[in-house]
Nanobody
Framework: EIQLVESGGGSVQPGGSLRLSCAASGFTIADYAMSWFRQAPGGVLEEWIS?????????AYADSVKGRFTISRDNAKNTVYLQMNDLKIADTASYYCTTFVATDKYQRCVGTRCYTDRGQGTQVTVSS
């Protein structure tokens, strides 16, 4: 069974930093692209944040976080990270990691970014 467990969220002031972790089990992240999404409090809309590809190519970022967030992976630990710097109030949301493991599984898509599995999320609150 695939499981994705996020941690590292919390409350910070604008300009602060947080590092989120996503521990995966039930599959090997080295074989898959991994992504982060977020969902604002009380919101329905999900926003794709970043993807680290399976192969050694450059990660992709949403314009809203480019230059401030960095995605990385430790395949040996089966864990994905999201380093978030210069946090803004608009970054307040529940952050969750996702993967796309099989085309015959139910997929949820945000624009062109699709996933088949996601974690429960970790809350990030940025306030002064």
């Amino acid at each position: 069974e695939i499981q994705l467990v996020e941690s590292g969220g919390g409350s910070v002031q604008p300009g602060g930093s947080l590092r989120l972790s996503c521990a995966a089990s039930g599959f090997t992240i080295a074989d898959y692209a991994m992504s982060w999404f977020r969902q604002a409090p009380g919101g329905v809309l999900e926003e794709w944040i970043s993807t680290t590809p399976r192969v050694a190519t450059s990660p992709a970022y949403a314009d809203s976080v480019k230059g401030r967030f960095t995605i990385s992976r430790d395949n040996a630990k089966n864990t994905v990270y999201l380093q978030m710097n210069d946090l803004k109030i608009a970054d307040t949301a529940s952050y969750y990691c996702t993967t796309f493991v099989a085309t015959d599984k139910y997929q949820r898509c945000v624009g062109t970014r699709c996933y088949t599995d996601r974690g429960q999320g970790t809350q990030v609150t940025v306030s002064s």
